[in-house]
């Protein structure tokens, strides 16, 4: 029998909301001094072994400077605490060998700390994050871009003392130089001086416990969706384990239709106005694929409402009646030529048809699977059961004196 491997969750429409708000917020923010390093006519990151090291136990770096747009905009307070951080020193035994530099080369320090899928490894996480400082070879190589490069590991390992002996000057030294729009800065200093006053046992420090702007939203918010893709897996491989190769190849057809369906509906039926769309679109996409591992569970458990030939018509005729209110309501028409906006923000008509069409193919794919996997279970249930879910999720694009809106 062949392996099974589960097909891995990667939504393609993350990478493009993600990547402009990155654009935007390094545009505007100037987050990360490895930027400087890519600019024409910049020095090259150093690549002799010597110059890395040496490189990543720089004192301090240029991102601090209180002449940055960042830190010009912090608190004089802010201001005041990251000066003084460049003289709290880097431990040297803290920072990578000569020796590991080859097995770090293209190390990532966020996917190390966070443990996706597998056990942290703080060590391992800060001898990367050393080597993903600003001006370095690897400066931003991380899931997070700049965001969760160095800097911010390092900051956490410290400030939590993981794989070292806690150092909150270090710590706050990390937070300085990992930079961040101005009230993010003088949130997170703030945080480590009262962790330093009163600490808080069993709760970590976090990058994303202080974030004020959308760009940080999204990039936390992806974050946090790529840990609870992990345990997401790891439920949907012990569901699949029993299956023989019929049920998994239908499982297989399945699990694509559904991140079709899942990204359509992310992309065009929430409303992605505004700095935050990319958090909203991913806790979408999150609660889809949870319904998702829910819906299996219940086809599992004997848990598909009974329901004849009669009332899969019935309920089918009443998602169709559903869908065509939908569309005719006015409020996701245009407000005017050329706007991409109408009464629900950008959700439109158009854009439901879309996932609408994702949404058939999601069906026939579930019909099929269900079918092999559980044959003892009418067909007409699982259409009722089915149709039932999409005609609950399309009333809320109903006209508002119809009991729709959101």
């Not at 003289?87 to 966020?110: E, F, K, N, T």
């Not at 969760?148 to 400030?159: D, S």
């Not at 936390?220 to 840990?227: G, K, L, P, V």
């Amino acid at each position: 029998m062949p392996t099974f491997r589960a097909i891995p969750f990667r939504p393609h429409l993350r990478a493009p909301a993600l990547l402009g708000l990155a654009l935007l917020g390094l545009a505007l923010l100037g987050l990360g001094a490895g930027i400087a390093a890519a600019a024409p006519g910049a020095d090259a990151p150093p690549s002799d072994p010597a110059q890395r090291l040496a490189a990543a136990a720089q004192p301090w770096l240029p991102v601090e400077d209180p002449a940055g747009w960042s830190m010009a905009h912090a608190s004089a307070d802010s201001r005041a605490t990251c000066l003084r951080s460049r003289a709290v020193p880097i431990p040297a035994a803290d920072l990578p060998r000569p020796d590991q530099l080859a097995g770090l080369a293209s190390c990532d320090a966020q996917a190390l700390y966070d443990g996706n899928g597998g056990r942290p490894d703080y060590v391992r996480a800060r001898e990367c994050a050393y080597l993903q400082r600003p001006g370095t070879a690897q400066a931003a190589r991380s899931q997070g871009g700049f965001a969760f490069a160095g800097p911010a590991i390092l900051m956490m390992v410290y400030a939590n003392g993981l794989g070292v002996p806690r150092n909150l000057p270090l710590a706050t030294k990390f937070a300085c130089e990992a930079g961040g729009a101005p009230p993010e800065i003088d949130g997170r200093l703030e945080h480590l001086r009262k962790l330093a006053d009163a600490p808080a046992p069993g709760r970590r420090f976090d990058v994303c416990d202080d974030i004020t702007s959308g760009y940080m939203g999204g990039l936390c918010a992806a974050r946090q969706s790529d840990r609870a893709e992990a345990a997401r897996d790891a439920v949907i491989d012990r569901i699949v384990a029993g299956y023989d190769v019929d049920q998994r190849r239908a499982f297989t057809d399945l699990r694509k239709a559904a991140g079709a369906f899942f990204d359509a509906q992310a992309s065009n039926e929430v409303d992605l106005g505004g700095t935050a769309r990319a958090a909203f679109e991913i806790q979408q996409e999150d609660d889809d694929w949870d319904s998702f591992v829910a819906h299996l569970r219940q086809l599992e458990a004997d848990g598909i409402p009974a329901a004849n030939a009669a009332q899969a018509r019935h309920a089918d005729a009443v998602l169709n009646d559903t869908y065509r209110r939908v569309l005719a309501n006015p409020e996701l028409r245009f407000t005017a030529p050329g706007s991409a906006f109408t009464g629900m923000g950008t959700i439109n008509a158009n854009g439901i048809r879309q996932a609408q069409r994702r949404w058939l193919a999601y069906r026939d794919a579930w019909l099929r699977f269900a079918a092999v996997r559980r044959p003892d279970v009418e067909r007409s249930a699982v259409l009722a059961w089915l149709s039932g879910q999409r005609s609950r999720a399309l009333r809320a694009f109903l006209p508002r004196h119809a009991g729709g809106g959101r």
